[in-house]
């Protein structure tokens, strides 16, 4: 079974970095991508970045220019960064992985989620 976890989040201050981690464990095969959605209070997930195994990114037109996405292969391992944080921000971010759990089975993994709270 291939399980997604999620950590850095938590309360953070507005205008500070964020980092978030998302590490991918069991079998697994290969990884064709890995990335990032949110979800504000009250509104439906949404999709901030993607990252290829091949280092390839894909952001929503909607964070371009305030998210940076990567990724370790070695560790099958997500990074979310960024830099300068909205204040009284409260997501639920969510780590989503499309892997190979063989050479032919894939499976949309994802995390459970973590929440970030920007607040002074």
């Known amino acids: 079974q291939v399980q997604l976890v999620e950590s850095g989040g938590g309360l953070v201050q507005p205008g500070g970095s964020l980092r978030l981690s998302c590490a991918a464990s069991?079998?697994?095969?290969?990884?064709?991508?890995m990335g990032w959605y949110r979800q504000p209070p009250g509104k439906q997930r949404e999709l901030v970045a993607v990252?290829?195994?091949?280092?390839?990114?894909t952001y929503a037109d909607s964070v371009k220019g305030r998210f940076t996405v990567s990724g370790e292969n070695s560790k099958i391992t997500v990074y979310l960064q960024r830099s300068i944080l909205k204040p009284e921000e409260k997501d639920v971010y969510y780590c989503?992985?499309?892997?190979?759990?063989?050479?032919?089975?894939?499976?949309?993994?994802w995390g459970k989620g973590t929440q970030v709270t920007v607040s002074s």
């Open positions: 989503k992985g499309l892997m190979f759990t063989s050479g032919n089975a894939n499976i949309n993994a």
């Open positions: 069991g079998t697994i095969f290969s990884v064709a991508n």
């Open positions: 990252i290829s195994s091949g280092g390839s990114t």
